[in-house]
């Protein structure tokens, strides 16, 4: 696991050395173990590569950058292969040789075997940076991008008329001085819609995150025009989609799903230092600890709890792993330990978010432990259909389809009998949600993305200035300008080729867990130097899954049903009957409470950088809306982390 950056600049090697220092030194957290550099190199001018190494695999010999035997391909790599051992084997079988027992070492033959198509072989969450300096490549040296289909591990890039640059983290480039600090507004509109910066803009303008399962080839030095990034993975290939897709009910189903999780689990204990588990009192983490006690004994699980709020897990957690059978500790947290960690917390994110804090301190917790490595259920919620949304989306997709047939004006005379309707059986926020969908269904390009909104198209004036702009062709005619609405286009005309259920499935992936959960996940364990596994995500599993016909995946009445018939003989009753609880820190008493005061000084300062995009009047707005109880904490608290991640970063 590391932190990996690189920059290519035109005949300028010593400024390239210079910079990629500075950002290989500002992800030191990423990897405290040790730093590897490529510069320097005549056959590749203006080219320099950096990376920090958190040591989990080969703790000897795992050194980056590693190159191969006749030192013309070389790479840095974040991440983990979790079929390494079989594709050395595979690669020695093909007369290629090795120096380590990294898993690292496996890409720089696995490049030279296949090509670009060795993505397609690899199986795991990882971002890379190959250099490829053989003659075959007589225009130029090459340097290869890729990441992980899923997205679970980031790689950020930017494009200036000096060079290209590249890093896992955007505060990375900022440090390097390859990107300035400008506020995205396209990017503050994503985050204002849904609480995270939606692939693949990031908050910064100019800098662009390298999508879920694509890659992207440049000739060094390149600087004519960016390159662009193209997708590699496709999730509707492969056996197991085609087993899948012969699955007719729950029961089939379950029986093969179940030696995926068994499999996957295994595979993402593979480590050269211990492996804990995150474990909550929900069914993912559940099912994950039973099947990694079966592998190996006397695991170790943690717990964060609240001890008398009514927001704790403890109690059910120790159920689940007394039963188990996991070396459990709980670390108890409250308000007053909030206090004192937030602007830590908050400085930890990458982006600003308002879901990363909750895994900020799921982490510190498990350094508290000493655990270097930890499995979480991120995953069985999109995968298994464990959200509301997956009720909500079908719903407004009827009341948008019922929009397009009524004139604007009766929608608007209906649209407060619409609100109070829907406010009196749920809550204030999903009447807003309904309105929005019911007044503009056009305003996004899914049903999904209402579902999901923080504040709904209809509010966003008076926050800020929206931008919705799609997809377009640059300057030179050729590159493509990334926006996040091309992105969610994009996502959309994928679902609607699937089932209701999987339609859903597949955007929670490719939105809130790509752009939110795996993206806070990543920047605030490594910000602890801890490397989290997720083996829900596992890819064979998730091809798996995503092919499903919906009559495979549901039964009536039965939340996560397929879950359960695949694992529910290993886990206590007490789980299986549980109701779904979304894992949450107790914001709604904390706001009220000990963090009242420094919200209202934060609201009352925008920051700099901040205070040009974002009405003040609105944002107050906001939280007196909050203290009145007509909207929900997560609105209030996502300014607040905006405004001082601003604060702190730019």
């Known amino acids: 696991m590391c932190g990996i950056c690189g920059i290519a600049f035109a005949n300028r090697t010593s400024e390239a050395e210079s910079r990629v220092r500075a950002m290989t030194a ?38 980056q950058p590693v190159w191969n035997e006749t030192r013309d391909v070389a790479v840095i790599f974040n991440g983990e292969l979790y079929n390494y051992r079989e594709l050395r084997e595979r690669l020695i079988r093909s007369r290629h040789r090795f120096t380590t027992e990294s898993d690292t070492e496996i890409l ?110 440049l000739y060094v030095p390149e600087r004519r025009r960016t390159p662009r990034a193209r997708a590699w993975w496709d999730a509707t290939r492969g056996a197991g989609a085609q087993e899948a897709r012969k699955q007719t009910d729950v029961s089939s189903a379950a029986k093969r799903l179940r030696p995926l999780l068994e499999d996957a689990v295994r595979a993402h204990l593979i480590a050269d230092v211990p492996v804990g588990i995150f474990l909550s009192s929900g069914l993912d983490s559940g099912a994950i600890a039973a099947l990694a006690t079966r592998v190996q004994q006397k695991i170790r699980s943690f717990t964060l709890t609240f001890p008398g709020t009514a927001y704790d897990e403890g109690p059910l957690a120790s159920v689940v792993a007394k039963h188990c059978g996991t070396e459990h500790t709980e670390v108890p947290l409250n308000g007053g330990a909030i206090l004192s960690r937030l602007d830590e917390a908050v400085a930890a994110l990458d982006q600003p978010s308002m879901d990363g804090i909750n895994t900020y301190f799921v982490s510190w917790a498990a350094r508290q432990v000493g655990l270097k490595v930890a499995l979480s259920g991120l995953g069985g919620d999109e995968l298994f259909g464990g959200y509301p949304t997956f009720v909500d989306a079908p719903r407004l997709a009827k009341l948008m389809r019922l929009a397009w047939f009524v004139p604007r004006p009766l929608r608007r005379t209906l649209a407060p009998l619409l609100r109070a309707a829907i406010a009196r059986q749920s809550s204030p926020d999903a009447a807003r949600k ?135 003989d290993l886990l206590p009753p007490e789980i299986l009957s549980r109701r779904k609880r979304t894992f949450t820190l107790p914001w709604e008493e904390w706001l009220r409470g000990s963090l009242r005061g420094r919200m209202e000084a934060s609201f009352g300062n925008l920051a700099p950088a901040l205070a040009p995009c974002l009405h003040l009047a609105g944002v107050r707005e906001v939280w007196t809306e909050f203290l009145a109880g007509k909207t929900s904490w997560s609105r209030a608290w996502s300014l607040y982390v905006l405004n001082e991640w601003c604060r702190k970063h730019l």
């Open 434 to 568: 309904a309105v929005a969908a019911w007044m503009s269904p056009d305003a996004l390009p899914h049903a999904y993305y209402f579902s999901r909104a923080l504040f709904p198209s209809t509010e966003l004036r008076r926050l800020t200035e929206p931008r919705f702009r799609p997809s377009t062709v640059g300057a030179d005619g050729v590159t493509l300008e990334p926006t996040w609405l091309g992105w969610l286009e994009g996502s959309a005309d994928a679902a609607r080729k699937l089932e209701t259920r999987a339609g859903v499935s597949w955007l929670e992936l490719r939105s809130y867990m790509a752009s939110t959960l795996l993206r806070d996940t990543d920047s605030v364990s490594m910000a602890r130097s801890l490397e989290v596994r997720v083996p829900l995500l596992d890819t064979p599993l998730v091809v798996f899954v995503g092919a499903l016909r919906d009559a495979a995946r549901l039964r009536a009445g039965k939340p996560k049903a397929l879950l359960v018939e695949a694992v529910g």
């Open 108 to 217: 720089v033959h696995a490049w030279e075997e296949w090509g670009e198509d060795c993505l397609e072989e690899l199986r795991g969450m990882f971002a890379l940076a190959l250099l490829d300096l053989r003659k075959r490549f007589a225009i130029a040296p090459l340097l290869f991008l890729a990441r992980d289909p899923l997205g679970i591990k980031p790689l950020y890039y930017t494009q200036t008329a000096d060079g290209f640059a590249f890093a896992s983290e955007v505060r990375a480039l900022i440090a390097g001085g390859v990107a300035g600090k400008t506020l995205s507004q396209d990017a503050l509109t994503s985050y204002l819609l849904f609480g995270s910066v939606s692939e693949p803009v990031t908050v910064l303008k100019g800098v662009f995150s390298l999508p879920p399962g694509h890659r992207m080839l």
């Open 26 to 63: 500002a992800l030191t957290h990423r990897g405290p173990d040790e730093e590897g550099f490529l510069v320097n190199e005549s056959r590749a001018p203006g080219l320099a590569l950096g990376m920090r190494r958190l040591s989990i695999i080969d703790l000897k010999t795992g050194q």
